[in-house]
């Protein structure tokens, strides 16, 4: 198994531990909760990831619009990607007469 592979198996796992997580809340909170609350904790995650990458507030500064653009970029891949997925399951289904 190659680094990438390796890495995106990594990746993957760690993120069924949070979805796993978040669908243990669905027994007692709306979906629509879950998944905001999800996105929260993505970007407060986030921006303590970027934070500890600068040394001072003018470092900080300097990279919070990249790291915005960085982000935002990568959410939409994956929520793009992911829509796809679910978009096969209505490719799936049997057409409903009128």
Known sequence: MSDEEA???EFRRIADTFIDRANEHL???PKEN???SLLFA???FNAFVVASHSKTLDEFESERAEAIEFFKDAYLKMLDENLDDYRRVYDQKPETQN
């Open 7 to 9: 890495t995106e198996r």
């Open 27 to 29: 027994n007692t909170v």
């Open 34 to 36: 879950v998944g905001m």
């Open 42 to 44: 993505a970007a407060r």
